[in-house]
């Protein structure tokens, strides 16, 4: 079998679980939400909500996601500085163009592709390379936070908690090995980045998710859910991590957050189409919106051409 066949099943494979998920997570949410005999009382709750939203609090929650891509910039630019040197302005439009090609791609890969047309052609294969040594710096991050999550919060699969802790530190071993690789590895070695930019890389993506942490916890204060700020980031952890392994694209990631969300904060809030609304809020800021810029920026880039 060839490696071409093998990459299209993987990707047949991953599609297909993805979408499994999603319709799985749809019929749930539409047996909570639909069926709930609460639910025009809920409707009107979430518009009362909403409505006592003021222009200056959404400004605030734009703010929180600037921040967030910021980090993803400065990391972008870090990594592109030694042999590629472009501004933060430029690292930041980049990253917006891979948000819109992310937007429709399983496991958002079309990050990949959307930033790397910014690089000169022949640079292209290294910088996919670079980007990976970002994506791996911000999945630790969320192992790590993520397997301290899972001893206080998880409602399905508990021997998980045990396990995620090994693979956390199996994971950090091996960002942080010095890559020296021998015969038809070799090549491996020239992707290396000195361990200097690798904790930068870790700190940055530490700061990224804070500030998607506290874009939750934003909308959660304005929606006036009742949760404390300590259950909520710990629901957060176990979220982003099960988000981190599943093969979703954008689109159906907005239905299988929203069910996520309400299977881990359901303990301490019954009313499950107000998560919902809190899930759907953080995916337009943080996913729809820098995708629809990438767009935008993506078109006058082709025009230019």
Known sequence: MNEALINRLRSIGNKSVGFILFVICLLAIYNKVLHNENLNQYSADIKIQLGKISLVEWVV??????CNYLMEAIKWKSLLASWHPISIIESFKSVLVGQAFAFFT?????????????????????????????????????LGLGSVALFFN????????????????????????PGYFKGWLKKLTTLQIDNTLKIKLIILSLFKYMFFVLQYTWVVNRLQIPISFLDLWIALGVLFLALS???????????????????????????SLMLICLSTIIWLVNFLLPALFGAILLLKFRLKQ
């Open 61 to 66: 929650l734009l703010i929180l996601f600037l």
């Open 154 to 177: 998880l409602p399905f699969f508990s021997w998980l908690k045990w396990v995620a802790p090994f693979i956390t530190v199996g994971a950090f071993m091996l960002y942080f090995h």
């Open 106 to 142: 399983p496991v958002r890969s079309g990050d990949y592709v959307g930033r790397i047309l910014w690089l000169p052609s022949g640079s292209k294969m290294k910088g996919l390379a670079q980007m990976a040594w970002s994506s791996y710096a911000q999945l630790l991050i969320t």
């Open 245 to 271: 392994i599943i093969p979703a694209i954008s689109i159906t990631d907005l239905v299988i957050r929203g069910q996520l969300i309400v299977l881990l904060l359901e303990p301490w809030y019954t009313n």
